[in-house]
């Protein structure tokens, strides 16, 4: 594989469907997943892409890292 196609299959994969994301980052299954995308943006937000949701990567961490805030 060439340097180039490396770069390009890497820029490809900064979002997850959101079953992965909520499992990889909150151990739900499926429906929950999606339950918690849609009443808790904050905690699992989605970019809609045509029918799908995905979920950005980069935001997931520093959502999880990123310490509660008090109200």
Known sequence: M???REEQMSM???TMDVPTAGKL??????????ELA????ELLPTIPVGRLLRVPIVLM???IESPPTKE
Do not use: E
Request: hydrophobic share 15%; aromatic share 14%; net charge positive.
């Open 2 to 4: 060439t340097h180039q």
């Open 12 to 14: 490809a994969c900064k």
């Open 25 to 34: 980052y909150y151990g739900l299954g499926r429906n929950a997943s999606y």
């Open 38 to 41: 849609k009443t808790n943006p």
């Open 61 to 63: 961490d520093r959502i």
